[in-house]
């Protein structure tokens, strides 16, 4: 009998053997691992040349690790009210250097959404071209919005227009309305007073209300309340670039408000400068992002929309898979076990 080690186990075995042999014996494919003995690589052409001898140290290893997963998992899609859809990316219509650039921005980004003002001048701009003109109807469901609002009259008012408007057009987003009833214009923030105030009036009016408020908990739990249909925290100032500047709010707001009711929509809405910004909201457990001057401000808006749906699908992907647990010290991928024995020193 001949006795030898195969990855640091004593074996016995007839002899004469060779490496092929062994590796038939073993049950392994020739072609999917590799041999060394006593510290040399065996090429597979030598594998039936190559005998044993007493006392031989046989190394085989293979491949770990690695592997693809073709077809992404399934994530249940995101209702709002009466409303359900695929992306969770919410974009707006302001501030593109032109009309056609807005149409092909909002295509990049894959939104299904779309926010509007309402506003009375400006019904057609210079060369006599609407908004609504580039607007495809068919694809989108138009938010209107009560931007520019700084009361709760204000803001109802608005709202009562925008839905007359889109009843006119046939939009199914008629009875929904993002809501925005602003403190003051140097930092755009909510007042807390009047947004719940036009909350209630609206919800009374049979509106569907999307309400964009600050990162408070407490106000977050108030608006639900009043029948809001989703409540939209902001991440930092409206248009200021600077992300998710309360991270733990923003998860206290999530807890609050799914608590018992696991689906209610809580978006991040304002502030959003880049794609690791929707990334960071998506991955906090959010259910979705609302922006505009990230992607219409952006040096290249087009190559920004393409980027702010990958981020909102990969974040939201992030956190559906749970990240790993933060550790102090480092945790080797490869497993520390079935290591090529040390060389002999």
């Not at 200021?240 to 309360?246: A, D, E, F, M, Y």
């Not at 707001?253 to 998506?282: C, N, R």
């Not at 920004?304 to 992030?318: K, V, W």
Request: hydrophobic letters at 40%; a neutral charge; aromatic letters at 4%.
């Amino acid at each position: 009998m001949l006795t030898f080690t195969v990855n640091g186990e004593a074996r016995s075995l007839p002899e004469p053997l060779t490496v092929a042999q062994l590796l038939e014996h073993l049950h392994y494919d020739r072609r999917r691992v590799a041999v060394e003995i006593n510290g040399e690589v065996v090429p597979a052409a030598r594998h039936g040349e190559r005998y044993l001898k007493a006392a031989d140290r046989v190394e085989i290893v293979t491949l770990v690790g690695g592997g693809t997963v073709d077809v992404e998992p399934e994530d249940k899609p995101l209702v709002i009210g009466k409303f359900t859809f695929r992306s969770r990316l919410i974009t707006g219509t302001g501030k593109y250097s032109s009309y056609d650039s807005m149409r092909d921005c909002l295509s990049a980004s894959g939104c299904e959404v779309t926010t509007v003002a309402v506003r009375r001048e400006r019904l057609v701009d210079k060369q006599g071209r609407n908004i609504l003109d580039y607007l495809d109807l068919k694809r989108y469901t138009i938010l209107p919005n009560t931007a520019g609002c700084f009361s709760a009259e204000d803001a109802v008012r608005h709202a009562r227009l925008a839905r007359e408007l889109l009843t006119n057009l046939g939009n199914p987003g008629a009875d929904w309305v993002k809501l925005e009833c602003l403190g003051d214009v140097k930092t755009l923030l909510p007042d807390p007073i009047a947004t719940l105030q036009a909350t209630e009036q609206l919800v009374k009016d049979g509106f569907q209300v999307l309400v964009y408020t600050s990162d408070d908990p407490m106000m977050a739990r108030h608006l639900k309340a009043a029948g809001a249909v989703s409540v939209m925290p902001a991440g930092s100032p409206i248009g200021s670039g600077q992300g998710v500047l309360n991270a733990n709010n923003i998860r206290i707001i999530l807890e609050y408000l799914k608590d018992g009711d696991p689906d209610y929509p809580v978006i991040v809405d304002a502030g959003v400068g880049t794609a690791s910004d929707v990334a960071v909201a998506m991955e906090l457990g959010c259910d979705g992002v609302l922006l505009n001057t990230g992607i219409a401000h952006a040096r290249d808006p087009l190559r920004m929309a393409h980027a702010m749906r990958h981020a909102c699908a990969a974040g939201r992907l992030a956190f559906l898979a749970g990240r790993i647990p933060r550790k102090m010290y480092a945790q080797a991928s490869s497993p520390m076990e079935g290591r090529i024995a040390p060389s002999a020193s």
